[in-house]
T-cell receptor, first 115, second 114 residues
Framework: DAGVIQSPRHEVTEMGQEVTLRCKPISGHNSLFWYRQTMMRGLELLIYFNNNVPIDDSGMPEDRFSAKMPNASFSTLKIQPSEPRDSAVYFC?????????????FGPGTRLTVT | AQSVTQLGSHVSVSEGALVLLRCNYSSSVPPYLFWYVQYPNQGLQLLLKYTTGATLVKGINGFEAEFKKSETSFHLTKPSAHMSDAAEYFCAVSETSGTYKYIFGTGTRLKVLA
C-alpha cells in the first residue's frame, strides 16, 4: 500500500496568496483527519471527515481555512488568504473508522512557509 | 479537560543504554493512551497503545510502556537504544468513549549517542 499521500511536500508562498494542500487517504479508509503541527502549539486536529462528511471542524482556526472531501480518495485543505502565522507542517491522516480502536495512519506532511 | 505532559523536550542516551521517555496525563475517565514516533520529514507512526486489559503494552521496535493509574503515567521504555531510534516521540490520550480526538503531548526528541 502506498500509504497516505500528501502534496506538495513543501510550499512557500507570500502573505495573501491562496494555498491548497492535497491528501489522498489509504484506499478503503473511511475517516480522514487534517492536523497542524507548530513548535508553539504542538499537534492540533483541524478537521475530521467520516465517509466524506465533515464531522468536526472545531479545530479550524478561522474562516480563512476550509476543507473539502469530494470523494473517498481525495481531500483538500485551503487557506485563503494565507498569513505568516499559518506557517506550519500540515498532516493528513486516515483510518478505517473514527474510533480510537482504529489506528490513524499519517502522511508525510506538507511544510508550509508563508512570507 | 484531558491533558498530556511529556517531561523533557530533549533526551540523550548512549547507544545500548536504557531509553525512558516520560508521559503523564490527566483525565476524568479511564484513558486510552498512545505513543507515536516521528522520524525526520515523516508523519507519525503508532508505536503502541493501551486501551484496556494488561497494563504493560509491547509495541514495535522493542518499545514498551506501562499504564500506571495511581501515577497517571504511561512512560515509554526500551532496554537498549539503537541509533535508528533517534526520532521525536509523542504521547497522546483519548477518551474511552471511543472518540477520534487525540490530545498530543508536545513531544520528546530522542538523541542516541554513539
Amino acid at each position: 500500500d502506498a500509504g497516505v499521500i500528501q502534496s506538495p511536500r513543501h510550499e512557500v508562498t507570500e502573505m495573501g496568496q491562496e494555498v491548497t494542500l492535497r491528501c489522498k487517504p489509504i484506499s478503503g479508509h473511511n475517516s480522514l483527519f487534517w492536523y497542524r503541527q507548530t513548535m508553539m502549539r504542538g499537534l492540533e486536529l483541524l478537521i475530521y471527515f467520516n465517509n466524506n462528511v465533515p464531522i468536526d471542524d472545531s479545530g479550524m482556526p478561522e474562516d480563512r481555512f476550509s476543507a473539502k472531501m469530494p470523494n473517498a480518495s481525495f481531500s483538500t485543505l485551503k487557506i485563503q488568504p494565507s498569513e505568516p502565522r499559518d506557517s506550519a507542517v500540515y498532516f493528513c491522516a486516515s483510518s478505517l473508522g473514527g474510533g480510537v480502536t482504529y489506528e490513524q495512519y499519517f502522511g508525510p506532511g506538507t511544510r508550509l512557509t508563508v512570507t | 479537560a484531558q491533558s498530556v505532559t511529556q517531561l523533557g523536550s530533549h533526551v540523550s542516551v548512549s547507544e545500548g543504554a536504557l531509553v525512558l521517555l516520560r508521559c503523564n496525563y490527566s483525565s476524568s475517565v479511564p484513558p486510552y493512551l498512545f505513543w507515536y514516533v516521528q522520524y525526520p520529514n515523516q508523519g507519525l507512526q503508532l508505536l503502541l497503545k493501551y486501551t484496556t486489559g494488561a497494563t504493560l503494552v509491547k509495541g514495535i521496535n522493542g518499545f514498551e510502556a506501562e499504564f500506571k493509574k495511581s501515577e497517571t503515567s504511561f512512560h515509554l521504555t526500551k532496554p537498549s537504544a539503537h541509533m535508528s531510534d533517534a526520532a521525536e516521540y509523542f504521547c497522546a490520550v483519548s477518551e474511552t468513549s471511543g472518540t477520534y480526538k487525540y490530545i498530543f503531548g508536545t513531544g520528546t526528541r530522542l538523541k542516541v549517542l554513539a
